[in-house]
Nanobody
Framework: QLQLVESGGGLVQPGGSLRLSCAAS????????IGWFRQVPGKEREGVSC????????KYTDSVKGRFTISRDNAKNTVYLEINILKPEDTGIYYC???????????????????WGQGTQVTVSS
């Protein structure tokens, strides 16, 4: 059974850091681009960052550039999202997703992703 499991979320003060993990089971992440998305109540799920299959291409939405870093360890079948200088507007449920299209690039279009995890909550508050 193909499964993605996010972890690493929590409650953190503004300015703090977290590292989110996205672990795959039942399939090998090597062949997938991976995206991180976040959602807050009443808003659409938005793309935050993505990384191509080889890790050679990454993308970030403008609001997180310079603060978030995506990486992958294919040997561990895991993708990470390092999030620094957290702001209250970063609060939301963070989901990882896998895109099985064979491309050297990644995209932040929600509809292009085939498999989704259940999400991990990130709350930024003092």
């Amino acid at each position: 059974q193909l499964q993605l499991v996010e972890s690493g979320g929590g409650l953190v003060q503004p300015g703090g850091s977290l590292r989110l993990s996205c672990a795959a089971s039942g399939f090998t992440l090597d062949y997938y681009s991976i995206g991180w998305f976040r959602q807050v109540p009443g808003k659409e799920r938005e793309g935050v960052s993505c990384i191509s299959r080889t890790g050679g291409s990454t993308k970030y939405t403008d609001s997180v550039k310079g603060r978030f870093t995506i990486s992958r360890d294919n040997a561990k079948n895991t993708v990470y999202l390092e999030i620094n200088i957290l702001k209250p507007e970063d609060t939301g449920i963070y989901y990882c997703a896998a895109d099985r299209r064979l491309s050297s690039l990644c995209v932040l279009r929600r509809g292009d992703y085939d498999y989704w995890g259940q999400g991990t909550q990130v709350t930024v508050s003092s």
